[in-house]
């Protein structure tokens, strides 16, 4: 058997086509939408990140405010400027880059956002609207992967979901977002204290890893069939590669033989991710319609 491929690219176009053509009536309605971009240090794949999201949005026909500060921002400095950015009504989104630099409290940061602004859905208050199923915006990476099982119409209800890694990016908000009535799957969320991890992996009929561990899920540790949703984003030692390294997932790519449907990394969640991050900036601004 071999797995149908998840195309995230493709599907991540159709949904960015579709914000475009929202920033028209925005535009036409006298309103540009704009996220702040925020980037604390100089970390090279932050910066790659945040300027793929920064072309993405002028692509779509919105603005980005581009900050970049220095490696050695203080805490107050950059409350200083959330606080500016909140009051700010040109500025319907603002995110900052993640991690910040150590002398910077992360949490304090995230919570600083006026969660009407929070387009990663990262405020607590956020977070919490999304594990009660209340309306408001959808962290990025796990809405990306939602859509992309519903594009491919996988049936989510009543199947079971296993989730291999508990970051508050991707694997806590998918756990509780699957387990909501909405989409009501039985959800295992795995991690690193799970003691034997592949006895979970093989149950599931949709399995998601985001656990930043190179290919480590083999074929022998999913099920005939089942869905693989591949969120890993890792970069290892390559010298045959131009870049002296190479992009790959936390699952082998030999798993496509197994699996039913299958993420590539990459061109699997990735794209999605921007996808979905535009399309929340879109409703930040419809909202001041
Ligand atoms: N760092 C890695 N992924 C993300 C993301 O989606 N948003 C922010 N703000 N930082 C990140």
Redesign the pocket.
């Known amino acids: 058997m071999s797995a149908i491929l998840m195309d995230g690219k493709t599907l991540g176009m159709k949904v960015r086509e579709n914000v475009k053509a929202r920033v028209v009536t925005l535009r036409t309605n006298g309103i540009i939408p704009c996220l702040a971009v925020v980037l604390v240090g100089d970390d090279a794949a ?1 910066l790659s ?1 945040v300027v793929s999201k920064e072309k993405a949005l002028a692509e779509a026909g919105m603005e980005s405010r581009d900050i970049r500060l220095p490696q050695s921002t203080s805490e107050t400095e950059l409350l200083a400027l959330i606080a500016e950015l909140n009051k700010d009504e040109k500025v319907h989104g603002i ?5 910040v630099p150590k002398q910077i409290d992360e949490d304090k940061v995230i919570s600083a956002i006026d969660p009407k602004k929070d387009v ?1 859905c ?1 405020h607590p208050l956020s977070v919490g609207n999304m594990i009660l199923g209340k309306p408001g915006f959808l ?3 796990p809405h990306g992967v939602l859509v992309l099982l519903k594009e491919y119409k996988i049936p989510v209800y009543g199947s079971h979901a296993v989730v291999v890694g508990r970051s508050h ?1 991707v694997g806590k908000p998918l756990a509780n977002l699957l387990s909501l009535k909405e989409y009501n799957a039985t959800v295992t969320l795995c991690h690193t204290g799970t003691k034997d991890l592949a006895c979970f992996t093989k149950q599931a009929d949709i399995l998601i890893v985001a656990a930043r561990n190179p290919e480590f899920i083999k074929p022998e540790m999913i099920k005939e069939g089942a869905a693989v949703i591949d969120v890993g984003i890792n970069r290892i030692t390559d010298p045959s590669a131009k870049k002296g390294y190479r992009v790959c997932g936390d699952v082998d790519p030999a798993v496509a033989d197994k699996a039913g449907f299958y993420t590539p990394v990459p061109g699997g969640v990735g794209p999605m ?1 921007i996808a979905m ?1 535009l399309q929340n900036v879109a409703e930040s601004a419809e909202k001041s319609l």
């Open positions: 932050s990140y995110l900052v880059q993640s991690p990663d990262f962290p990025c990476t990016l991710t991050l």
